[in-house]
């Protein structure tokens, strides 16, 4: 699903008549509805760089969002407070269809130093062909449900229910995701979809967590950003993503979150209306509550886990034209 984050001031001031209304857009939903945007509503999409967005976007909320990084384990969300002076550099993972890794140097500065096409989209894609799950929200409710052991085969299946101590693996430690589907002489239809959507995600996050840590290692980078549609604050995205960069760390590194994690590029083609000499950009946040509350809410598992509903606010941001 390539992302259209466009925001847009022309609806809200109107373009005088006959005038060509354009807004900025990003990703590829800024190519894909081109023309659709032409043709239904008259606007043309001026097209910012995906990657300029994002990090532009990721920057502003660091600085500017002083709840806006958090780390997850157990179950637990804890706040990280960024010093403005010692946020770069930095590793952003974006999780979208695919996964891009950016080491941030600093504001406009950056490099994507590495990717995996093993992202979101795999997820949905190979979720709804195993499952025939008809949304990604079903998908992901399902995986609330299911026991990936069932189908992982774990390191215990391999030793006769024994942690491989010598190189320090537990007997939990998934040995081969989906690896049990193998040896069960069983067929698809045999096994609950729940199951199949938790071994899913388990093998995408845990993998795009291993990635990125080693991408950071590789660089020296302390802090690791995760971001992205696909994560929309789902607790057990999360803390697989979390376990694996522990894992693979020794415990040296965390994974950290952004609160507005799916709107990075959106607010980054918006912050490019100040590029283009478009001044006073307005920052301020709201008390209202953002769209990330409204896939949060009514949905136990993701919920803040430390009752923090109210936390996440929308940022209202707004420009005047000169
Ligand atoms: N409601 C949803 N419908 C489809 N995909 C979703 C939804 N919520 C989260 N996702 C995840 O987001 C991914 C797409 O992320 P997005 O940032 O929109 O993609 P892109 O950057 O490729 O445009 C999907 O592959 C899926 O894993
Ligand atoms: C091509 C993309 C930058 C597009 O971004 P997306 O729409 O997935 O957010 C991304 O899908 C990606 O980085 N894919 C991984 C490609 C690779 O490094 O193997």
Request: proline residues 3%; negative net charge; contains cysteine.
């Amino acid at each position: 699903m390539p992302s259209t984050p466009i925001i847009s001031d022309c609806q809200k001031h109107g373009a005088p008549a006959g005038e060509k209304c354009t807004i900025k857009a990003t990703g590829g939903g800024a190519y894909k509805y081109a023309d659709l945007f032409k043709e239904k509503l008259g606007i043309c999409l001026d097209k910012e760089d995906e990657m300029d967005c994002l990090v532009a976007g990721s920057n502003f909320l660091l600085k500017a969002v002083h709840t806006e990084a958090f780390t997850y384990m157990d179950g637990q969300k804890e706040f990280v407070q960024i010093d403005h002076d010692d946020l770069y550099p930095y590793m952003l993972v974006n999780i979208g269809s695919g996964v891009s890794m950016i080491k941030v140097d600093g504001p406009g500065k950056f490099e994507r130093v590495s990717g995996t096409n093993v992202g979101g989209g795999t997820f949905w894609g190979l979720g709804r062909l195993l499952t025939k799950c008809k949304s990604f929200d079903e998908l992901l409710e399902l995986s609330h449900r299911g026991n990936n052991r069932v189908i992982d085969m774990l390191v215990g299946d391999i030793y006769g229910g024994m942690d491989y101590t010598k190189i320090g693996l537990s007997s939990t430690t998934i040995a081969s995701s989906f690896g049990k589907a193998i040896s069960d002489n069983k067929e698809l239809e045999d096994y609950k979809p729940e199951d199949i959507s938790r071994s899913l995600l388990r093998m995408i996050s845990n993998n795009i967590g291993q990635i990125s840590y080693l991408n950071a290692l590789r660089f020296g980078l302390k802090r690791i950003f995760f971001a992205g549609f696909f994560i929309r604050g789902h607790a057990y995205t999360m803390d697989t993503i979390a376990v694996a960069v522990h894992f693979w760390s020794k415990g040296e590194a965390k994974a950290m979150f952004l609160k507005h994690e799916g709107f990075l590029g959106a607010l980054g083609s918006f912050m490019s209306y100040e590029k283009h000499g478009f001044l006073n950009l307005k920052v301020h946040q709201l008390v209202q509550q953002s769209p990330v509350d409204a896939y949060h809410g009514g949905d136990k598992i993701h919920d803040p886990p430390n009752g923090e509903l109210n936390e996440n606010r929308s940022i209202d941001c707004s420009i005047c034209l000169s």
